[in-house]
């Protein structure tokens, strides 16, 4: 099929039919990218049935009783979410620009204690930085001493590296030939900044964001500890009063929930993704 | 060289439309010292670009002509020294209201991977606020001047199309404004020979109507003597060895260095640069017509001083060459002999001519006009003569230098 020695003639045909074999490869890729994005709710809901039929099989004693109603449940459910969301909105809010800030050629001098903040800001374990926080915002007048406030705060602080370093790394790896020609074309430095660094870097940044998220749904089980409420209150009663039923439950319900917005950033991941690239 | 001139006489009158100045780019002691080096990369380079011509900026590398070219739309800003451009000196001006008004080429493209081909090319028009229906029009016919189909590849992105595509895409992206002047920075460099050579070709077919003023850095300079009207060789700091014609640059190289760069072989690269048609070529071959009746066409030929018969058809096109013997075979006239091969136009380099001939087994190119009809025979011997010609003619031309001041037909 291949021609011993190519002529670049025959190079041309070689680059069409790459393509089109780029277009079958696609197409298998997006039928895959079907399947997966399909077979992640299906197995979502097979999971949280499965939870469901288990409790429902066990006689339940009253303390297991008490703590798991539907009010209980979506409670915190909807605790963990807005922790979760209002964390991510925030943290987006510092970390991109930050990001942007720490690649301009001006003010890269300050890249290096960016992300030694960044760094601090993960390195802390997230049970000792909740913690300090809670201390700070108990301590410092003015403040509210429990809530959802400090435990956003400290998300913030925890999920702030992986964005930063994922703006950082996409707005980097843009190739400099393509900012050149559109320099050249007469595009200001902000044009060129939004018009082609960063939809080019979005790919990475959202995988930043997708990472966060996850993260944070991950130590908003922590919440509950400072009055922020969420899953982790179930998780720690059943592993506390040792009711497998209990601790299994929350556990299941936070695996699930981690799970599902790793899904629907996939999903947003995609779609804001520029075609093309 | 008759063909060079007459393309310099060509730009005047466009020259006389414009600001009224024959220079369209002046670099005025231009200088470029990076922060950490010791030495400038470009040194006091003043060089003056004439309106309507392709300078080409070539060098080994390392010798400044990127930072040269790169200077004149400011990607690189000067650390010194003045560009005046079309009579404005824009050394200070808003350099993104500048670069709208010079298209800019570079070898490795920079197409803008997420956008569309058409959403490419509109680049500099959308920035310029044209309205929507005139960028339109104007990217499906930029994308027809470059070859390709507006239909097909306007709604593409660049990732789908091959390495010449994309480059065509380039051209057509800087031309988008319709700028007075290009700034191309090796744009073939990275295109496989025949692509290179076709997209090449194409260009300079293109600039014969278009008349930019095109500032073209290469390192080839076989490349710099095809594209160039004028060709700018520059060693360490981008110090000026030779600013002169292609023509110039191969008989009368100005000092060793120059030599030294264009290299072994000037000879053949001058035949590049004449053209078959500005050769005194035989045009009273022997010939004959096709159908006229073998034993005329024997005698013709036992009664002539040639060797051969050039057989043409009704419509002049060279057919079969036949020499004494081959009418000894009793076979009808339209096979005997050797068929005619090693056709060359006029307007065909004598390097192509001479190609030709290796090729064919006669010895001898045909030259036949657009239509393919026998113009004449063109006969290694003459491209002999005309190599001898353009000896004498240098020669001529030192002598005559050396008595009055150089003829400076930049400086004019």
């Known amino acids: ?94 970390a991109i620009p930050m990001g942007i800030v720490a690649t301009r050629p001006a003010t890269r001098r300050f890249a290096p204690a960016i992300i030694g903040l960044g760094n601090a800001g993960q390195a802390i374990p997230s049970l000792g930085m909740l913690a300090l926080l809670f201390y700070v915002f108990r301590t410092t007048p003015g403040l509210p001493s429990t809530g959802t406030v400090p435990v956003v705060v400290s998300l913030v602080g925890y999920s702030f590296l992986p964005i930063l370093r994922n703006t ?12 050149e020609a559109g320099r050249g074309m007469g595009m200001s430095n902000g044009l060129v900044l939004r018009r082609l660094e960063l939809p080019l870097a979005v790919p990475v940044i959202l995988a930043g964001v997708r990472t966060a998220l996850v993260l944070n749904v991950g130590t908003a089980t922590l919440a509950f500890l ?35 917005v790793d899904y629907l950033a996939g999903l947003i991941e995609e779609k804001l993704s520029p075609k093309g690239l | ?61 390392g010798c400044g002509k990127t930072t040269s070219l790169k200077m004149i739309n400011r990607i690189i800003e000067p650390t010194s020294g003045s560009i005046v451009i079309d009579g404005e000196d824009v050394t200070t001006i808003d350099p993104n209201r500048l670069r709208r008004r010079i298209g800019y080429v570079i070898q490795q493209i920079g197409l803008f991977p997420h956008v569309t081909i ?78 290179r050579t076709r997209l090449q070709n194409e260009f300079l077919r293109l600039q014969a109507e278009l008349q930019k003023t095109i500032a073209f850095v290469t390192h080839d300079i076989d490349e710099a003597i095809k594209m160039g009207d004028r060709i700018a060789i520059l060693r360490e700091h981008s110090h000026i060895a030779q600013f002169a014609t292609p023509e110039e640059i191969l008989t009368q190289p100005a000092n060793e260095f120059v ?13 590049k640069l004449s053209r078959v048609r500005e050769v005194d070529y035989t045009t009273d071959a022997l010939t004959g017509r096709i159908d006229e009746p073998r034993e005329v066409l024997r005698r013709r030929l036992h009664e002539s001083e040639w060797t051969a018969i050039l057989l ?22 339209t096979q005997l002999g050797l068929p005619a091969r090693a056709f060359v136009e006029g307007h065909a380099t004598l390097s192509d001519a001479l190609e030709e001939m290796l090729l064919g087994s006669a010895g001898v190119a045909i030259v036949v006009d657009n ?14 003569t005309s190599i001898q010609t353009m000896r004498d003619a240098d020669a001529e031309f030192h002598r005559a230098a050396k008595l009055v001041d150089p003829l400076d037909e930049v400086a004019e």
């Open chain 2, 312 to 333: 043409l058809d009704a419509d002049g096109r060279p057919q079969r060459w036949l020499r004494g013997p081959d009418f000894l075979h009793d076979r009808p006239v």
């Open chain 2, 1 to 61: 060289m008759t063909d060079r001139a007459n393309a310099d006489t060509a730009v005047s009158p466009a020259a006389a439309e414009g600001t009224g100045s024959s220079v369209m780019i002046d670099l005025i002691e231009l200088t470029k010292r990076f922060p950490g080096t010791q030495d400038p990369a470009v040194d006091r380079l003043t060089l003056q670009i004439p309106r309507g011509e392709i300078v080409v900026f070539v060098g080994p590398s």
């Open chain 1, 168 to 179: 950082m790394v996409g707005l980097d790896q843009v190739d400099r030939f393509v900012l």
């Open chain 2, 371 to 384: 239509r393919g009809s026998y113009l004449g025979i063109l006969d290694i011997d003459d491209i002999i």
């Open chain 1, 226 to 260: 400072f009055g922020g409420g969420g899953l982790g209150q179930t998780i720690f009663s059943g592993f506390q009063l040792r009711r497998t039923p209990v601790l299994l439950t929350g556990a299941v319900l936070v695996a699930v929930l981690a799970l599902l």
């Open chain 1, 1 to 94: 099929m291949t021609p011993p020695s190519r002529t670049p003639e025959t190079l041309d045909e070689a680059r069409s039919r790459a393509d089109t074999e780029d277009a079958a490869a696609r197409r298998r890729a997006r039928r895959a990218a079907l399947v997966h994005y399909l077979g992640m709710p299906v197995v979502l809901a097979g999971v949280l049935l499965a939870l469901y039929l288990y409790v429902g099989g066990q006689e339940l004693d009253s303390i297991e009783a008490r703590t798991l109603t539907a009010d209980n449940l979506i409670g915190q459910t909807r605790q963990h979410i807005v922790l979760t969301v209002y964390s991510t909105f925030f943290v987006l809010l510092l």
């Open chain 2, 118 to 195: 058409e959403e490419n090319v509109a680049t500099v028009p959308k920035l310029l606020g044209w309205d929507r229906d005139r960028i339109h029009a104007r990217v499906d016919e930029l994308l027809d001047v470059v070859g390709l189909d507006p239909e097909i590849y306007r709604q593409r992105y660049p990732k789908e199309l091959s390495g010449g595509q994309r480059q065509r895409v380039g051209v057509a992206r800087a031309l988008a404004a319709d700028p007075p002047v290009l700034l191309m920075d090796e744009p073939f460099g990275a295109i496989d020979p025949i692509t």
């Open chain 2, 259 to 271: 030599e030294d760069f264009v290299g072994t072989g000037a000879t053949l690269k001058r035949l």
